[in-house]
C-alpha cells in the first residue's frame, strides 16, 4: 500500500512563523489558494485520512474534493504549551527551547506535550491509518496532518533515514511512501 502524507496547507500563524499547535487555525487565502494549485500535482487516492485540526479537514477537501474524510485524532500536531503562538525570536532566550529545537527529544514543554508521548501518539495514529487502509483493499491512501507529526513519525520509520528536521514538509507538501511491513518502514517513492 502507498500512502501520500501530506502537510496542512498555510495558516495565519505559519505566515507569522509562529508555533501553531493546538491552536485551531483555519488556512489562509494564502493556504486556500496554495491548496487549490497543488490539487493536480496529488495522485489519485482511494481513502483519505485527516487530523481533526481545522486547517487540516480544509486542506483535504481542497485537494480531494467530496472525498470522504476518516478523522484520525492522534494525527493532531503537538501541545506547544508555552511556545505556542511565539516565534523563535521570541523564544531563542529560552534555554529549553534551544535544547528543544537543539534535537532533545526527551523535552516536555511546559504546559505542553512531552515529545516521547507526541511520537508514540503520532506512530499510533498511522499505524490506525494502515490498519484501516489494509482492511479496506486500498492501493493508495492520502493522510493530510501537521509538519511536527510527518517529522516525528518518519524520523523513526523512514527509508532513508533521515534526521527530525531533514523531513520537514513544506505546506501543502507531501511524500508518496510504500507502506512495508514487519518492521514498519516507509520507504520514500518521491516528495511532491
Request: net charge negative.
Amino acid at each position: 500500500m502507498e500512502l501520500l502524507l501530506i502537510r496542512h496547507g498555510t495558516t495565519p500563524g505559519n505566515e507569522c512563523k509562529r508555533y501553531v499547535g493546538t491552536e485551531d487555525q483555519p488556512l489562509s487565502q494564502a493556504g486556500a489558494q496554495l491548496a487549490q494549485s497543488r490539487r493536480e500535482a496529488m495522485p489519485a487516492v482511494e481513502a483519505l485520512w485527516v487530523s481533526p485540526m481545522l486547517r487540516c479537514r480544509q486542506t483535504a477537501q481542497l485537494l480531494f474534493p467530496g472525498m470522504e474524510q476518516r478523522q484520525v485524532p492522534q494525527l493532531r500536531e503537538c501541545n506547544f504549551g508555552e511556545f505556542e503562538g511565539k516565534t523563535w525570536e521570541e523564544l531563542k532566550v529560552n534555554p529549553l527551547y534551544r535544547a528543544w529545537i537543539g534535537g532533545d527529544r526527551t523535552i516536555t514543554i511546559p504546559g505542553g506535550e512531552a515529545m516521547p508521548a507526541f511520537g508514540a501518539r503520532c506512530l499510533q495514529g498511522l499505524e490506525q491509518v494502515i490498519a484501516e487502509g489494509k482492511a479496506m483493499g486500498i492501493s493508495r491512501g492520502a493522510v493530510v496532518a501537521h509538519g511536527g507529526v510527518w517529522m516525528s513519525v518518519l524520523e523513526r520509520l523512514g527509508h532513508p533515514q533521515r534526521d527530525f528536521y531533514q523531513w520537514l514538509l513544506p505546506n501543502c507538501g507531501a511524500y508518496r511512501v510504500r507502506v512495508e511491513e514487519d518492521p514498519l518502514t516507509l520507504t520514500l517513492l518521491e516528495t511532491i
